[in-house]
Nanobody, 123 residues
Framework: QVQLVESGGGSVQTGGSLRLSCAPS????????MGWFRQEPGKEREGVAV???????AYVDSVKGRFTISQDNAKNTLYLQMNSLKPEDTAMYLC?????????????????WGQGTQVTISS
C-alpha cells in the first residue's frame, strides 16, 4: 500500500520561503513520476511541479524561477523549495505519484495522493 506523507507547510509573509517534503512508503522516489499539486477550496487541483525518473522537471508558469522540485533517492524523499512566495500561492499542497512513467502536470496521471499540507502566504 502506497502512502505519501507531506510536511513543511505553514504560514509566511510575502517574499518568504518554505520547503515541503514528501516521504513515500510503498513507493520509491526516483522510480517514476512524482510531483506537487495544489488546491484551493472550490477550485480545481493544479499541477505545480513534477519530476520524472530521469530527473527531468516541469513547472506551471506561475512558479517558474521561484519553486524547485527535487528528490533525494537515498532518503526516498521528494522536496519542493518555494521562494519569493506570493499570496496567490496560498493553497493545500499535495504530494503525488504516478503509476506509469508518463509525467505531466495533470491530475489525471496520478495514482497516489498525500493528505496535503497547508501553505498560507500573508501580504
Amino acid at each position: 500500500q502506497v502512502q505519501l506523507v507531506e510536511s513543511g507547510g505553514g504560514s509566511v509573509q510575502t517574499g518568504g520561503s518554505l520547503r515541503l517534503s514528501c516521504a513515500p512508503s510503498g513507493y520509491t522516489a526516483g522510480s517514476g513520476c512524482m510531483g506537487w499539486f495544489r488546491q484551493e477550496p472550490g477550485k480545481e487541483r493544479e499541477g505545480v511541479a513534477v519530476i520524472d525518473s530521469r530527473g527531468r522537471t516541469a513547472y506551471v508558469d506561475s512558479v517558474k524561477g521561484r519553486f524547485t522540485i527535487s528528490q533525494d533517492n537515498a532518503k526516498n524523499t521528494l522536496y519542493l523549495q518555494m521562494n519569493s512566495l506570493k499570496p496567490e500561492d496560498t493553497a493545500m499542497y499535495l504530494c503525488a505519484a504516478a503509476r506509469d512513467r508518463l509525467c505531466l502536470l495533470s491530475p489525471g496521471i496520478i495514482a497516489y495522493w498525500g493528505q496535503g499540507t497547508q501553505v498560507t502566504i500573508s501580504s
